[in-house]
């Protein structure tokens, strides 16, 4: 599992987050499978997927993850001729797919990240999260380091595909029920740069855009980019509507300050229909 990479000398990295691929939402699938044909293989060198690509991943040993209804087949076929382009594709796993493995990875012709992923790029190194370790509740991340114990995942594994779809089912049902609204933990945020040594985050999980810089007491200077998710149904956005992703253009259209467009204009984001191929 990649802990750091470094963007192409050529070309545009693009980064997107919470896809939540599901049989229950064949619209939003397929404006994503769009994208990939069309816009991604068109106009990136590198895609980085944040987690959470489907909304229930019961497993790498089950060939299309959430059984006969094919959606992880799909996905990794679209992967796969994603790839054959020539396009680099690098998957983090979130809270909806923290099953997601080197098996379904190397059969999509991807690289699996780690949870905390160092992205160079423009100069700097920027931290690449899924975005549920900022979430703030004591209580979720608690369930998380549960869940994701060696322990808990070797057990899960040794289920039935029923009782695996079951107890998934019922907890993402448990995680409705208790939904409150997301609250984003700066010190949370902090700590997780420090440790990487960078200044800037990029996550997904919260579902809504954002850019906000902010300064310690201790005088220093940290940024955070939350990434929008692809909850809009594609009927009611503009054909031209750029796709919920942020670019890191190829050098040297990148600002001198930034690096990085968080709203890219004509000029460094390709437009494009949802439709096409």
């Given at each position: 599992?990649?802990?750091?990479?470094?963007?192409?000398?050529?070309?545009?990295?693009?980064?997107?987050?919470?896809a939540?691929?599901?049989?229950?939402?064949?619209?939003r699938?397929?404006?994503?499978?769009?994208?990939?044909?069309?816009a991604?293989?068109?106009?990136?060198?590198?895609?980085?997927?944040?987690?959470?690509?489907?909304?229930?991943?019961?497993?790498?040993?089950?060939?299309?993850?959430?059984?006969?209804?094919?959606?992880?087949?799909?996905?990794k076929?679209?992967?796969?001729?994603?790839a054959a382009?020539?396009?680099?594709?690098?998957?983090?796993?979130?809270?909806?797919?923290?099953?997601?493995?080197e098996?379904?990875?190397?059969?999509?012709?991807c690289?699996?990240?780690?949870?905390?992923?160092?992205?160079?790029?423009?100069?700097?190194?920027?931290?690449?999260?899924?975005?549920?370790?900022?979430?703030?509740?004591?209580?979720?991340?608690?369930?998380?380091?549960?869940?994701?114990?060696r322990?808990?995942?070797?057990?899960?594994?040794?289920?039935?595909?029923?009782?695996?779809?079951?107890?998934?089912?019922?907890?993402?049902?448990?995680s409705r029920?208790?939904?409150?609204?997301?609250?984003?933990?700066?010190p949370?945020?902090?700590?997780?740069?420090?440790?990487?040594?960078?200044?800037?985050?990029?996550?997904?999980?919260?579902?809504?855009?954002?850019?906000?810089?902010w300064?310690t007491?201790?005088?220093?200077?940290?940024?955070?980019?939350?990434?929008?998710?692809?909850?809009s149904?594609?009927?009611?956005?503009?054909p031209?509507?750029?796709?919920p992703?942020?670019?890191?253009?190829?050098?040297?259209?990148?600002?001198?300050?930034?690096?990085?467009?968080?709203?890219?204009?004509?000029?460094?984001r390709?437009?494009?229909?949802?439709?096409?191929?």
């Amino acid at each position: 599992m990649l802990r750091q990479t470094r963007a192409p000398e050529e070309g545009a990295v693009w980064i997107a987050a919470d896809a939540h691929l599901s049989p229950a939402h064949p619209r939003r699938n397929e404006r994503f499978f769009s994208f990939l044909r069309g816009a991604a293989k068109k106009e990136c060198r590198a895609l980085y997927l944040l987690g959470d690509v489907f909304d229930l991943w019961l497993g790498d040993e089950q060939e299309t993850g959430d059984g006969e209804d094919g959606v992880g087949a799909q996905t990794k076929k679209e992967l796969q001729n994603l790839a054959a382009e020539g396009v680099k594709v690098y998957l983090q796993r979130g809270n909806r797919d923290f099953l997601l493995g080197e098996r379904f990875a190397s059969a999509a012709n991807c690289e699996l990240i780690a949870d905390e992923h160092i992205l160079s790029a423009a100069g700097k190194k920027l931290l690449l999260a899924h975005g549920d370790l900022f979430c703030g509740d004591f209580s979720y991340l608690l369930f998380r380091r549960v869940v994701r114990s060696r322990a808990a995942r070797l057990l899960y594994a040794a289920m039935p595909k029923t009782a695996r779809k079951k107890t998934a089912k019922n907890l993402r049902a448990r995680s409705r029920r208790n939904r409150r609204p997301p609250t984003f933990s700066r010190p949370a945020a902090e700590a997780l740069m420090r440790k990487n040594n960078c200044h800037t985050l990029i996550h997904g999980h919260f579902h809504s855009p954002a850019d906000e810089q902010w300064q310690t007491q201790k005088n220093e200077t940290f940024r955070r980019i939350s990434l929008p998710d692809w909850e809009s149904p594609p009927e009611k956005l503009a054909p031209e509507e750029s796709p919920p992703i942020f670019v890191i253009p190829a050098p040297p259209v990148i600002p001198a300050k930034a690096g990085i467009h968080t709203n890219p204009t004509e000029k460094t984001r390709p437009r494009y229909t949802y439709g096409e191929s």
